[in-house]
């Protein structure tokens, strides 16, 4: 199996406070999950990846946590502002995979 | 450095025409990816080439859909006779590798097909 499954679809969240987006893989061998932002009318772009040897990595306001025991990884983005305001999308690859399997995006609207 | 190069940017068809897309990949990247993006969901693989060889192609709907990567650098993806459910956006994307290493997108196709 090779879906990845990405909760919520729509995520409404006050400027200031912290936004959580939750993915589920089925292929145990995954070993990258890259995160990717996409603005209306642009292209997704990665905002921060995680590799199968890590738990938590953190930049830029940007937190990713990896379970590999429940082969879950999620997204937490602290202090919200309104840029962004956007539609999130998760990843996952395998060795031997068929390149990037994308979730099915969450969209994230920040409110002032 | 350039990024990724699609075009054209927007494409509006009746049923039965055909369209081509066209990519310019990040220089010097060997891998090139073909994602279709429906509205308001996650991107699609279609196939994706290493150099000039189709790596992956089986989500490709080979009755319509060809793509091809003749000299391993640009690529074209063709519908022949477009339906109503190929309306997308059709990504290009780009890495050097394997795609466990950052794989970049171009802004895409938008394409309705009406």
């Known amino acids: 199996g090779e879906q990845v499954e990405q909760l919520p679809s729509i995520l409404r969240v006050q400027e200031g406070s912290s936004a959580s987006i939750n993915c589920t893989y089925e292929n145990s061998a995954s070993n990258y999950f890259p995160w990717y932002k996409q603005e209306p009318g642009e292209n997704p772009k990665l905002i921060i990846d995680?590799?199968?040897?890590?738990e938590r990595k953190q930049t830029q306001g940007l937190i990713v946590l990896l379970d590999k025991k429940a082969k879950r990884f999620s997204l937490h983005i602290t202090d919200t502002q309104p840029g962004d305001s956007a539609m999130y999308f998760c990843a996952a690859f395998y060795q031997g995979g068929r390149a990037l399997i994308f979730g099915t995006g969450t969209t994230v609207s920040v409110s002032p | 450095e350039a990024g990724v190069t699609q075009s054209p940017r927007y494409a509006v068809l009746q049923e039965g025409q055909a369209v081509s897309f066209w990519c310019d990949p990040i220089s010097g990247h060997d891998t090139l990816y073909w994602y279709q993006q429906p509205r308001d969901q996650g991107p699609q693989l279609l196939v994706y080439?290493?150099?000039?060889?189709?790596?992956?192609n089986s989500q490709l709907p080979s009755d319509r859909f060809s793509a091809v990567r003749p000299k391993g650098t640009n690529s074209t993806l063709k519908i022949q006779s477009a339906k109503q459910g190929d309306t997308a956006t059709y990504l290009c994307?780009?890495?050097?590798?394997?795609?466990?290493?950052?794989?970049?997108f171009g802004k895409g196709t938008r394409l309705t097909v009406v």
């Open positions: 994307a780009s890495s050097w590798g394997r795609a466990d290493t950052e794989v970049f």
């Open positions: 080439f290493r150099d000039e060889a189709v790596i992956d």
């Open positions: 995680i590799r199968s040897n890590m």
